[in-house]
């Protein structure tokens, strides 16, 4: 019976945990906007949909990178940062939508046509979905913690057929 | 003598944790943890997550010492469990160490778990929050969930009924967090007997302190905005406010009138 009620355990924290998930899909809107030229951020973010809506007015196409701190921070150039997603061809009021792939703290950076951060970048984001992540965790509890107390389910059912033994208290 | 003190644990593991009343802990308790918790916010990363945590759980905690220690305490007199279980024989002291501390515990290792999955899920963002800064925060969560039990096991020894001794505790409980008034400077002492306040101030103050004392922040002192005085204040409402209510609670245990 212990390991009929671990798997109800881990079916319920699968269950809640999807439920959880499921509640964290409606997020603030965040604004940033910087001084002087230089990166937003770093924000925490998470694996999925990403909304950013550049707020600021661009001389020109502006390009916006999404960086992971660590190579942000090591570097400090874009070429080297390596993105994870890059937009270009960006002017104000312009939105872009992708899909982070992997959770982390990252940076946004405006860059000029030439490589150059622009003056006083401002822009919108706003995370959206599921979160991959924790979702795939969710449901790997619960079909974990599903079979464990459909196996144990039907062993105690067996069981009980051939004597009598009372639910939890055997 | 030990084996005895076990068997009472193990005993009030079956009678007061018996299905559904772990499982229900648990869901509650994921769902309230890591629906709200946001990461971010308006000026990059938030350091101090454990607000939320603190903030969220609160609630939660609340309801489930009061059923815990409700049915531990107030219902076993109620339905003389305890003149049952007291002629085991066993003393009352014992006995009121093992259903107290069998509780506390699970409470704690519920709650716990519930920190370190937040606690994982921002390991994965590699260094934004100290290790220690956890430590700290889960030093909190054991004083919120001492002061909180010891609360309610007061409650439920004094009043010898569970419904009413909840009804009393929810009230002060909910009551005591609405009435003080907060300064969310976290530079006013009174703000502190908010145990959801309390706890994710007290863990700020805690990190700073130990940033200075091992000059982590690049040899530059890192500003303080609590005051040492805010700080004792809550390790006093909490800890010594806890200490108190429980050798209380021993107290009535030991010279109650169980007939």
């Known amino acids: ?170 | 003598m030990k084996s005895r003190f076990l068997e009472l644990m193990s005993w009030e593991l079956r009678d007061n944790w018996s299905f559904p009343i772990l499982e229900i802990a648990i869901a509650i308790t994921v769902l309230q943890a890591m629906s709200f918790s946001t990461f971010t916010h308006r000026d990059g990363v938030d350091p101090e997550v454990w607000i939320h945590f603190f903030e969220g759980t609160l609630f939660v905690l609340v309801i489930s010492v009061a059923m815990v220690f409700g049915r531990s305490f107030g219902e076993s007199i109620e339905k003389r469990k305890l003149i049952v279980l007291l002629s085991y024989p066993v003393s009352r002291a014992r006995l009121f160490f093992a259903k107290y501390l069998t509780n506390f515990l699970m409470l704690f290792s519920i709650f716990g778990s519930s920190l370190l999955a937040q606690g994982t899920s921002l390991f994965l963002f590699d260094g934004v929050v100290r290790s220690m800064s956890w430590s700290y925060a889960f030093l909190y969560l054991l004083l919120e969930v001492f002061f909180v039990s010891s609360v309610m096991t007061l409650f439920a020894l004094l009043t010898k009924r569970f419904g009413l001794s909840i009804l009393i505790f929810l009230v002060f409980m909910f009551g005591i967090q609405y009435w003080i008034p907060r300064n969310y400077t976290g530079e006013d002492p009174i703000s502190y007997l908010s145990i959801d306040f309390a706890c994710p101030f007290s863990v700020t103050y805690l990190e700073a302190r130990f940033v200075n004392w091992l000059g982590l922040n690049g040899g530059t002192q890192v500003m303080m905005s609590i005051p040492d005085i805010c700080f004792l204040a809550g390790l006093t409402y909490m800890l010594g406010g806890g200490l108190v209510l429980f050798l209380a609670s021993l107290v009535i245990m030991k010279r109650m009138d169980l007939d």
């Open chain 1, 1 to 170: 019976m212990k390991t009929l009620r671990i798997g109800i355990i881990i079916l319920l924290i699968g269950v809640s945990l999807l439920f959880a998930t499921n509640m964290r899909t409606k997020t603030m809107k965040i604004s940033t906007a910087a001084n002087a030229p230089m990166a937003l951020g770093p924000f925490l973010l998470e694996p999925r949909q990403t909304i950013i809506v550049l707020t600021s007015e661009t001389p020109d196409n502006v390009t916006i990178h999404v960086v992971p701190s660590k190579n942000w921070e090591a570097t400090q150039n874009i070429s080297l940062a390596n993105p994870v997603f890059t937009a270009s061809g960006m002017r104000r009021l312009y939105a872009v939508t992708f899909r982070l792939e992997t959770r982390g703290v990252y940076y946004f950076v405006v860059t000029m046509p030439n490589g150059t951060l622009i003056d006083e970048p401002a822009l919108k984001f706003e995370q959206t979905g599921l979160a991959q992540d924790l979702y795939m965790i969710s449901i790997t509890a619960t079909i974990i913690g599903m079979a464990i107390t459909t196996y144990n389910s039907l062993k105690f059912i067996i069981k009980r057929k051939r004597g009598n033994i009372s639910l939890f208290h055997a």
